[in-house]
């Protein structure tokens, strides 16, 4: 069991605006930076985001994050069916002093 | 361009050990904190141990602690984990991932391919 927690699944059609989510607690995302990654079946997860908000060079704009209290939430706007794939969470654990990950929330773009 | 190669996964019978090697290129390896991360089939990422630029300070997820061994040797570039006591619960695919933006996240930047281990008897 994951110690952030993700919803496994989401769907929404070509061109909408998803959200999802990840919940924690004050030990973990309440007080430290979040980082997002996507994740393709059978190859390694690439950073979305960084630092609760920041994206690297080469990710589109259509990819943010937020945070909000023991919350974050990465938003996907103008969903293409590129966009079908595995999301993480990810922070780090005051309490277990432990980089944590959610358990990923897969997208299906219909 | 950043290339971070894992080698060495397979099968091993429970209570064996085994260690992956990640070969980093394409950057200056000693700059930077490495770690490993490890996704179970069918189930999120862990992150299981990182390591300094110099080696000399180690961090592990406590299911690891005192079973697996993360090391470094800067003049070949390389990353390395050494597992042992393990468990079926240790099967998963190994990831090797360079640490980058500060901050104790899991900032990666890069990842490896990453290793497969089966841990069966």
């Known amino acids: 069991q994951s110690v952030l927690t993700q919803p496994p699944s989401m769907s929404a059609a070509p061109g909408q605006k998803v959200t999802i989510s990840c919940s924690g607690s004050?030990?973990?995302?309440?007080?430290?930076?979040v980082s997002w990654y996507q994740q393709f079946p059978g190859t390694a997860p690439k950073v979305l985001i960084y630092h609760i908000n920041k994206r690297p060079s080469g990710i589109p704009d259509r990819f943010s994050g937020s945070k909000s209290g023991t919350s974050a939430t990465l938003a996907i706007t103008g969903l293409q069916t590129g966009d079908e794939a595995e999301y993480h969470c990810?922070?780090?654990?005051?309490?277990?002093?432990?980089?944590?990950f959610g358990g990923g929330t897969k997208l299906t773009v219909l | 361009e950043v290339q971070l190669v894992e080698s060495g996964g397979g099968f091993v019978q429970p209570g064996g050990s085994l260690r992956v090697s990640c070969a980093a290129s394409g950057f200056t390896f000693r700059d930077y904190w490495m770690s490993w991360v490890r996704q179970a089939p069918g189930k999120g990422l862990e992150w299981v141990a990182n390591?300094?630029?110099?080696?000399?300070?180690?961090y592990y997820v406590d299911s690891v602690r005192g079973r697996f061994t993360i090391s470094r040797d800067n003049a070949k570039n390389s990353l390395y984990l050494q597992m042992n006591s393990l468990g079926a619960e240790d099967t998963a695919v190994y990831y090797c991932?360079?640490?980058?933006?500060?901050?104790?996240?899991?900032?990666?930047?890069?990842w490896g391919q990453g290793a497969l281990v089966i841990v069966s008897s």
């Open positions: 990810g922070t780090w654990d005051s309490s277990l002093n432990a980089k944590v």
């Open positions: 004050s030990s973990n995302i309440g007080n430290n930076d």
């Open positions: 390591i300094i630029q110099d080696g000399t300070e180690t």
């Open positions: 991932a360079r640490e980058n933006f500060g901050g104790n996240a899991p900032n990666f930047d890069y």
